[in-house]
């Protein structure tokens, strides 16, 4: 099985900075990466797909790129809303698995 | 718009069963593949199981796979997890989710209580 990994596990920014998260995979796995943000309480919400692409609805300040084995998933100016645990998910081979999420609240 | 309602949580005993429902409205159900995903308490994301749209393609994580069981009735655009012989560790909120690879559209979740 693929194994995810993320890094920080947490972080803490002020509304307005830029914030990166990276997702890294054990092996390969071409662009087939999404990443969700989960609000505390709340389900999880699907961001980007194919590594870069934005899903409708989601705010163009997220970002995401990377191909083969690292990610990145970017937000440009946070803003108060962006609270929340991000997840990266491959699909590249089953199981689909998740990394551990990623912490984001505001200093 | 899309909405996806679970149902079927609950408290049972280590070894029991439960069957996990999810109604589906405002997209044709038959033409996408669904998901369950679950989250134990303060834990991470985990796909446990995929049907195709048409019922006839399967996939389980090892963890639940031979205990569990995903079926659908596109005439009711429910989709149904049969879950045997439950663990402990098998307590988490499930998820009904859209599609097999990511997922666009989830259900607000049915918690699921294994223990004693």
């Known amino acids: 099985d693929i194994q995810m990994t993320q890094s920080p596990s947490s972080l803490s920014a002020s509304v307005g900075d830029t914030v990166t998260i990276t997702c890294r995979a054990s092996?390969?796995?071409?662009?087939?990466l999404a990443w969700y943000q989960q609000k505390p309480g709340k389900v999880p919400n699907l961001l980007i797909y194919?590594?870069?692409t934005l899903q409708s609805g989601v705010p163009s300040r997220f970002s995401g790129s990377g191909s083969g084995t690292d990610f990145t998933l970017t937000i440009s100016s946070l803003q108060p809303e962006d609270v929340a645990t991000y997840y990266c998910?491959?699909?590249?081979?089953?199981?689909?698995?998740f990394g551990p999420g990623t912490k984001v609240d505001i200093k | 718009e899309v909405q996806l309602l679970e149902s079927g949580g609950g408290l049972v005993q280590p070894g029991g069963s439960l069957r996990l429902s999810c109604v589906a409205s405002?997209?044709?159900?038959?033409?996408?593949?669904m998901t369950w995903v679950r989250q134990a308490p303060g834990k991470g994301l985990e796909c446990v199981s995929s049907?195709?749209?048409?019922?006839?393609?399967?996939k389980y994580a090892d963890s639940v796979r031979g205990r569990f069981t995903i079926s659908r009735d596109n005439s009711k655009n429910t989709l149904y997890l049969q879950m045997n012989s439950l663990r402990a560790d098998d307590t988490a909120v499930y998820y009904c989710?859209?599609?097999?690879?990511?997922?666009?559209?989830w259900g607000q979740g049915t918690l699921v209580t294994v223990s004693s």
């Open positions: 989710a859209s599609g097999w690879n990511f997922f666009d559209y």
């Open positions: 405002g997209f044709i159900f038959s033409n996408y593949a």
């Open positions: 049907i195709s749209g048409g019922g006839t393609g399967t």
């Open positions: 092996q390969g796995i071409s662009n087939y």
């Open positions: 194919t590594a870069s």
């Open positions: 998910q491959e699909y590249n081979s089953a199981p689909f698995t």
